[in-house]
C-alpha cells in the first residue's frame, strides 16, 4: 500500500501555529487550513494562492482564498487534482455555503467569524473553539472524535483522534523553529488500530520576508516494511496584504 495523496495534504494541515513574534494568524483561516489542508499564511491576508505538486511534477492539489479586510475568509475554492475533489465555498454571513464534489456543503460561523459547525452529506458535525478561537474539539452529536492540543504559544502539539471511548490514531509535531518557521517540522503519526498507517512526515520551507511559505518540500516515510517508498510533495503559495 503506498501512502495515499490525502495524508500528504493532511499533515500541511496539520501543523500550524498561531503564535508569531509579529503577528499571527487569523483564526478561521488557521482553522480550515487544519481543516482542509493548506498552508495558511500570518497577518493581514488578502488573498492566498497554493499549488501542490508531486515528485513527478503533477499537480495533487490548487487553492484559492480570498478574505475580507476584516479577517473573516469570503471565497474558498480547494481542487484536488490526485483524487478528483473539489470544494467551493462562499460566506453568506452566518455561514461559508458551497459544494464539495458536487453535494452541499456548509461550515457555521459565529459573531467573530469562528468556525462552529459544518453540515454536508455525511451529516453535521460541531466544532468547540478555545478562548483564541482555535480548534479544540469535533464532536458527531455526543461523540468526541478529535482533539487539539497547544503548547504554550499556540502551536498544535498533539492531534487525538477517537473511534468510541479509544484513541484510533494519535499525531505528534515537534518544531524546530515555530516562530520564524511556522511550517517546518516532524511529525509523527501512530495508528492504535493498524500499525501500517504509522509514518513520519519531515517538512522543510522557504520563506519571505513577511513570513509567507513561499516554498515547502514534505516528505512522508511509512513506519512499517511493507515495501511502502517515501513519498514527496512540493507546495508553492503566494499571498497578498491588506
Known amino acids: ?25 487569523m483564526p478561521v483561516l488557521l482553522n480550515l487550513s487544519t481543516l482542509l489542508d493548506f498552508n495558511p ?3 493581514h491576508v488578502k488573498t492566498i494562492d497554493s499549488v501542490g505538486t508531486d515528485d513527478k511534477g503533477n499537480e495533487v492539489y490548487t487553492l484559492r482564498v480570498v478574505l475580507s479586510a476584516e479577517g ?11 483524487d478528483n475533489s473539489h470544494m467551493n465555498l462562499v460566506n453568506e454571513g452566518k455561514a461559508l455555503k458551497g459544494t464539495f464534489n458536487g453535494q452541499p456543503v456548509a461550515f457555521g460561523l459565529d459573531d467573530k467569524c469562528n468556525l462552529t459547525s459544518r453540515d454536508d452529506s455525511n451529516g453535521h458535525l460541531d466544532y468547540k473553539t ?4 482555535l480548534l479544540g474539539e469535533t464532536m458527531l452529536r455526543t461523540l468526541k472524535i478529535t ?25 505528534s509535531i515537534h518544531y ?7 511550517l517546518d517540522y516532524t511529525l509523527v503519526n501512530e495508528s492504535a488500530l493498524n500499525a501500517r498507517f504509522n509514518f513520519t512526515a519531515v517538512s522543510e520551507c522557504r520563506y519571505d520576508e ?7 518540500h514534505l516528505n512522508v516515510t511509512p513506519a512499517s516494511s511493507s515495501g511502502d517508498v517515501m513519498t514527496h510533495m512540493t507546495v508553492a503559495t503566494r499571498a497578498s496584504f491588506y
Open 72 to 82: 473573516c475568509v469570503q471565497t474558498l475554492r480547494h481542487d484536488g487534482k490526485s
Open 176 to 182: 524546530p523553529d515555530s516562530v520564524n518557521k511556522p
Open 41 to 43: 499564511v500570518k497577518g
Open 1 to 25: 500500500m503506498k501512502i495515499c495523496s490525502y495524508l500528504l495534504a493532511l499533515m500541511l494541515g496539520f501543523t500550524t501555529t498561531v503564535a508569531s513574534a509579529q503577528q499571527t494568524y
Open 210 to 216: 513577511r513570513q509567507v511559505p513561499v516554498l515547502c
Open 130 to 133: 478555545n478562548a483564541q478561537g
Open 147 to 171: 482533539d487539539y492540543f497547544y503548547d504554550t504559544d499556540g502551536n498544535i502539539k498533539k492531534v487525538q483522534y477517537y473511534s468510541g471511548d479509544l484513541v484510533a490514531s494519535s499525531t
